[in-house]
């Protein structure tokens, strides 16, 4: 995966609390057996409607999504990770994620960023107003900077530093193969088997 | 210090712990399904990785199947099935195709099989896997990296998540479900309730329950925004599983159910949560809104958004009526449907089958009402033809189907029109879920069957 350090761009605000994958992508997209090109998918049903935010062309090339409390929940799909990223987007910022959502971003690359609820309302307030605000969202100081507003966010070390490095995870845990053999040594014989 | 449940699952398969860095866990079993597995397989392939352990893997065709006999007709779902059987092929994973007498969704056959045990850690790419922890599993979805690590590795590198009791105080009244409790206490901690937490669901109407209906309860942990539920296993659990195809047999038998005795949270442990159901004020519940925290008492009326505290509560809820052409202050009973859909990985087993045949016996479908029954597995479907429930179904009208996930979801060729209303016993009631513009309303098999007959929303005791 590509590694994330600083992005700056502009940002969509997404008023919208709960949005479930299956706004993100709807299951019909799912039939697909790549891993690129949902970016038409991504939020399907709403784009439909051209009042819809991500309609209005001032928002064109964004990469930073700033949604409502919430986001992500249900299906575990990750193509609406992969939605997200196709369509431009590096970083989603919202008071909270659906757990699912939020790992399979940080997996994928997509960079999950919580903020309290005031702070996100101020945002999307002010890229409403400015639409070509720059929007920084920066993992190595852990803080999004627009304007005047500096908000810093939290991320476990461990997940910051495979986002900057763009770490592949398989790789990682397969330095521990010996660890892997010893667990398997030491599991009960009446565990089930498929095969 | 004593342990919870959740805890005492983790700790046992931990392989490799290290400060600052999430914790190694082992996977008993992984299943898989062809929606979340083609672009894992293609990372192993791309990597010259294999599956670690095949033997600990198993995969069934179940999002894409249709339900009326013949071949899939969508050569894209078709496809998505092509590639799954091809990759366990190459990969040696055991697969239940189509036309298989094992095939169904992958949250009924792991239980069926047998493969589903107290103790285990369970993961499949798809977020119902809380399913299995009915079983006191510690069983949560994931995404396709994740699949994609698990196949590589039989492992996962996650963060300790905190604990959260459910504890359901008193008994249910009659009538009221296991369905019916799951909603009722999703509609009180809401979608984002359980997010960090795993759930462990305690109390005397939790213990009350069959395995299906604590299946029922932890299938839909989800919806409250935890990855995974449990329930501590009991004589209720081990009798399901006695004798079932990958269950223990004789010495090891009891080997594993004396372990199985252990796993229970201790009385001196804590949980980081806890939240307090009454079990006694609970009724058949019913969904009004958009997502499965917006439900209420089918008693009741759709509610007035204003009436909202939280403001984003409002704004969701007003979003919700206009979505499901729904106006404040409706009676909840009178609302009709177009269709109702009883199956699903939340109540599509044997035991869901006979709610609604109960409600169906000598009765018929309302004029314009569209009614499928559609069986969570093969075998379910065998079992309910040999009880005659099948013909129960067709005498009243309604469609007995093939096994599959089929309208919950929509992948297939079941699916709602738009403007359509559907009563559903499945586990979302998003925005489009069951096909464009379609309106779905979640309830239990009882109240899906008495819908059926009334056309609009309807409890058994209304009948």
Redesign the interface.
């Known amino acids: 995966m590509d590694p994330f350090t600083v992005v700056t761009g502009r940002a969509v605000p997404l008023?919208?609390?709960?949005v479930?994958t299956?706004?993100i992508i709807?299951?019909?997209y799912?039939?697909?057996?790549?891993?690129t090109g949902f970016a038409d998918g991504l939020f399907a049903?709403w784009r439909n409607d051209p009042s819809f935010v991500l309609n209005d062309e001032r928002y064109a090339g964004a990469q930073v999504l700033v949604a409502?409390?919430?986001f992500g929940?249900?299906?575990?799909?990750?193509?609406a990770?992969w939605a997200l990223q196709d369509y431009g987007f590096r970083a989603v910022v919202t008071p909270?994620?659906?757990?699912?959502f939020r790992?399979?971003a940080t997996?994928?690359g997509l960079l999950p960023v919580v903020l309290a609820h005031d702070v996100v309302s101020a945002l999307q307030d002010l890229v409403e107003n400015d639409p070509c605000a720059d929007v920084t969202v920066d993992l190595v100081e852990r803080e999004v900077r627009v304007g005047d507003l500096r908000a810093a966010f939290e991320i476990?070390?461990?997940t910051r530093w495979r986002l900057l490095e763009g770490l592949d995870?398989?790789g990682?845990?397969?330095r521990?193969?010996d660890?892997?053999a010893s667990?398997?040594a030491t599991?009960?014989?009446?565990?089930?088997?498929?095969? | 210090m004593g342990r919870t449940l959740a805890e005492k699952v983790w700790d046992a398969h931990v392989?490799?712990s290290a400060d600052?860095?999430?914790d190694?866990l082992?996977i008993?079993?992984h299943l898989i399904h062809e929606?979340?597995s083609?672009?894992a397989f293609?990372?192993l392939r791309a990597?010259g990785?294999s599956v670690?352990r095949?033997?600990?893997?198993?995969a069934t065709e179940d999002?894409?199947v249709p339900t009326t006999p013949g071949p899939i007709e969508?050569p894209?779902?078709r496809?998505?099935i092509e590639?799954l059987r091809k990759n366990c092929a190459e990969f040696?994973v055991?697969l239940h195709p189509m036309g298989d007498a094992n095939q169904g969704i992958v949250h009924v056959i792991g239980p069926q099989l047998?493969?589903t045990?107290p103790g285990?850690t369970v993961v499949c790419?798809?977020?119902h896997t809380s399913t299995h922890g009915a079983f006191g599993a510690l069983a949560?979805?994931?995404?396709?990296?994740?699949v994609?690590?698990v196949l590589?590795?039989?492992?996962l590198?996650l963060?300790r998540p905190m604990t959260m009791a459910v504890e359901v105080v008193g008994a249910l009244p009659d009538g009221v479900t296991a369905k019916d409790l799951i909603l009722g206490i999703i509609t009180q901690i809401g979608?984002?309730g359980g997010?960090?937490y795993v759930i462990e669901y305690r109390g005397e109407a939790i213990r009350g329950l069959s395995m299906e209906g604590r299946m029922t309860i932890c299938n839909m942990s989800?919806?409250a925004?935890?990855?995974a539920g449990m329930v501590a296993p009991d004589d209720t659990t081990y009798e399901f599983l006695r004798g079932r195809p990958?269950?223990?047999q004789g010495n090891?038998?009891d080997?594993?159910v004396a372990?199985w005795r252990s796993l229970v949270t201790d009385d001196d442990a804590s949980f980081d949560k806890v939240v307090t159901v009454d079990a006694a004020a609970l009724s058949p519940w019913v969904t009004w809104g958009?997502?499965p925290g917006q439900g209420a008492p089918l008693s009741g009326r759709v509610p007035e958004p204003r009436e909202f505290a939280d403001e984003?509560?409002r704004?969701?809820a007003q979003?919700a009526l206009d979505y499901m052409g729904l106006t404040a202050g409706t009676a909840l009973r009178d609302i009709a449907v177009d269709t109702v859909f009883v199956g699903s990985c939340t109540n599509g087993r044997i035991e869901d089958l006979r709610a609604a045949a109960d409600v169906l016996r000598d009765r018929r479908v309302a004029d314009g009402v569209r009614a499928l029954i559609v069986p969570g597995s093969v075998a379910v479907a065998e079992q309910a033809e040999k009880e005659g429930l099948h013909e129960v179904f067709t005498a009243a009208g309604a469609q007995w189907r093939r096994a599959g996930c089929s309208m919950c979801?929509?992948?297939n060729a079941d699916k709602l029109s738009p403007g359509e209303r559907s009563a559903s016993t499945s586990n979302?009631n998003?925005?489009?879920?069951q096909g464009?513009g379609g309106r779905t309303h979640l309830v239990s098999p009882a109240v899906a069957a008495a819908t059926a007959v009334a056309g609009r929303l309807t409890a058994p005791a209304d009948l």
């Open positions: 008023r919208r609390s709960n479930d299956d706004q709807p299951a019909e799912l039939k697909r057996i790549t891993r049903a409502g409390p919430d929940t249900g299906s575990s799909r990750e193509h990770v909270r994620f659906g757990d699912i790992g399979n997996k994928a476990d070390a461990y995870d398989i990682l845990t397969q521990h193969a660890d892997i667990y398997e599991r009960p014989s009446w565990l089930p088997a498929t095969a | 392989v490799r600052n860095e999430p190694l082992y008993d079993l929606v979340t083609p672009q293609d990372g990597a990785r670690r095949p033997d600990l893997t198993i999002h894409n969508d894209i779902s496809q998505q590639a040696g055991r047998g493969l045990q285990m790419g798809d977020s949560f979805g994931i995404g396709t990296s994740e994609e690590h590589a590795t039989q492992t590198p963060q979608t984002g997010q960090g989800i919806e925004g935890a990855r990958h269950a223990p090891d038998w080997a594993a372990h958009t997502n984003a509560d704004v969701a979003r979801l929509a992948m979302r998003f925005e489009g879920r464009p």
